[in-house]
């Protein structure tokens, strides 16, 4: 899931067997899904429409309909392991999925062969999260005010590795995670009560994130054994503080079932452990293979040997963009509802992605409106090749207002940064409540672009900058690469500190005025119904007499 990582190798390549084994044990409860999908194929299903809005889902393209997938049947389709089996892994694939000129082909595999190179996984995308990329990535058809012009397909720029994660290699790592020093064994702990517990290789997720932290992750060296796992066992065990743990890899729902099983019951015998987090980016990239079996499995397995109070199980998801919220991920959201368990999800800040109001206020209410609890919008890290995916924090914070208010309190997550060295989470959260009583607007108080940093714990970090750094000379390169790349320019827009050779500022690239937007263009961009006056209803006394007159008429009244 989210970018947590441990360190013990083994080859590249060694997860594919190991999951296709999984998954021959998951593929057993797809009937309904496959209803679905036949309903949704033979029109009964209302999906979504983007242009009139019969419903807030989004529908992927047919597999029918893309040229890789033609002869693909239905039970295939909805098979887990057939979709890992048929994972796009190279360019010629992709090229069957998506239109992609010939310089954009070459310039994806040279990006992969590169990544490669350094001893990263860098592409796989499972055919269902495929499906939801637009046919033409470079000019995406998006909902109206989320700017589309200076937009990339989210699904696409999320998962296809691009010449934009080759670029800015000098720009200082942040090491956000810190992990090597901070664990023991498969255990990575940050705070007094809790820690993750990375049960799965860096390399397990069932498709590549390319906004991952590349620098560490997806490196097909990195593998977690079981002793590893053991070892961190034994750690929470120890420590009686821990009534926390977060089950997490690369993907948690990804190692085979047998691991899967043992740590759980491990850990239901753990006295002092009191929640299980279950962090998996499954239910959104291969939603079909969230099955009865696999919920069933973890129903059992986290209490098995309790003898206390029960371990409540909670599953953490990863969404970003409303784009993948589907028929099929409501779906496996349902089952895991229907099993008792709350599911969670963080997103990620991703410019040229969800960086928008419009996109951030859809993407968290569809999500809480399938059952999905929005919890963080986190800050992209600072690490090399993933630069150009910052949004500077001034702005998140500004989005975050504008959230408030015209979204309820739990469909608004915490808008927070992971500091540098493990310094564990700092909330971004812009406030409305002044102690200062100062004349300054919120806007300019939060216009600087550097902070002092206090972690949970009392550190202080000073000077911290979330941009990534660049010279003139790579800054100007990279655009030129990027804008032959996308065909035109004013759509790659990084945001990036420009250092002279000694490292001093020099300037920091598209600096924008800070999103300002009055209450009226809020409300249009959420589509509210309005009054006269241009904004909807907040008060129903407001118009009393109106009501008044109708109920009487309504079936209540008589
Ligand atoms: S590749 Fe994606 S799902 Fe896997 S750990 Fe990274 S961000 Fe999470």
């Not at 098979?79 to 090229?95: A, G, T």
């Not at 962090?279 to 696999?294: E, G, N, Q, Y």
Request: net charge neutral; proline share 5%; aromatic share 8%.
């Amino acid at each position: 899931m989210l970018p947590l990582r441990c360190g013990v190798s083994k080859p590249p390549g060694f997860y594919c067997d190991a999951h296709f084994v999984i998954f021959l044990h998951l593929s057993a409860d797809l009937h309904e899904l496959i209803l679905l999908r036949q309903a949704h194929l033979c029109g009964m299903v209302p999906v979504m429409n983007q242009e009139h809005g019969d419903t807030f889902l989004f529908k992927g393209r047919p597999w029918k309909e893309i040229d890789l997938w033609r002869d693909v049947s239905e039970t295939e389709w909805n098979d887990p392991v057939w979709q890992m089996k048929n994972s796009i892994r190279h360019v010629d694939q992709l090229k069957n999925v998506i239109t992609l000129n010939r310089h954009q082909a070459q310039e994806i595999e040279r990006t992969v062969a590169v990544l490669k190179s350094e001893g990263k996984e860098p592409l796989r995308i499972t055919p269902y999260y495929a499906s939801l990329m637009q046919a033409d990535p470079f000019h995406p058809k998006l909902l109206p005010g989320e700017k589309s012009k200076t937009r990339l397909d989210p699904v696409f720029w999320q998962s296809v590795p691009t010449p934009a994660n080759l670029l800015f290699p000098n720009t200082g790592l942040e090491g956000a995670m810190s992990e090597e020093s901070r664990s023991f064994g498969a255990a990575y702990q940050r705070y007094p009560n809790r820690l993750a517990l990375l049960v799965a290789e860096n390399t397990s997720c069932a498709s590549y994130c390319v906004h991952c932290q590349r620098a560490k992750s997806l490196d097909g060296t990195v593998d977690v054994n079981r002793e590893e796992i053991d070892r961190g066992l034994f750690y929470i065990g120890y420590n009686r503080n821990i009534d926390e743990v977060l089950v997490t890899g690369g993907d948690a729902l990804m190692i085979s079932r047998t691991r899967l099983k043992n740590v759980l019951e491990e850990l239901s015998r753990i006295p002092h452990l009191r929640a299980i987090r279950i962090a998996t980016r499954v239910p959104v990239v291969l939603p079909m293979a969230i099955t009865d079996d696999l919920l069933d499995l973890i129903t059992v397995s986290a209490n098995r040997f309790s003898t206390g109070p029960e371990k409540y199980v909670y599953f953490m998801t990863h969404i970003n963009h409303h784009q993948e919220i589907t028929a099929e991920l409501s779906l496996a959201v349902r089952r895991i509802n229907q099993h008792g368990f709350t599911i969670r999800n963080q997103t990620v800040l991703l410019n040229h992605v969800n960086s928008s109001y419009k996109s951030l206020a859809e993407t968290f209410r569809r999500m809480l409106w399938i059952g999905v609890h929005p919890y963080y919008l986190l800050q992209c890290h600072k690490e090399r090749g993933i630069v150009h995916f910052i949004t500077p924090i001034q702005i998140g914070k500004i989005y975050m207002k504008h959230l408030q208010g015209w979204l309820s309190g739990i469909t608004n997550p915490k808008y927070a940064a992971n500091i540098e060295g493990g310094g564990g989470k700092v909330l971004l959260l812009p406030s409305g409540h002044d102690t200062l009583n100062l004349d300054n607007d919120i806007e300019a108080k939060i216009a600087e672009s550097r902070a002092t940093v206090t972690t949970w714990d009392g550190k202080k970090v000073f000077h911290y900058e979330a941009l990534g750094r660049a010279s003139c000379e790579e800054y100007e390169e990279a655009m030129h690469i990027m804008d032959s790349f996308i065909g035109r320019a004013g759509v790659f827009l990084p945001k990036v500190i420009l250092v002279d050779g000694k490292g001093k500022y020099l300037e920091t690239t598209n600096r924008t005025s800070l999103p300002s937007m009055e209450q009226m263009r809020k409300c249009a961009l959420l589509q509210y119904k309005t009054q006269e006056n241009g904004m909807p209803i907040t008060n129903p006394t407001d118009i009393g007499e109106e009501l008044e007159r109708r109920f009487r008429f309504s079936k209540y009244g008589k």
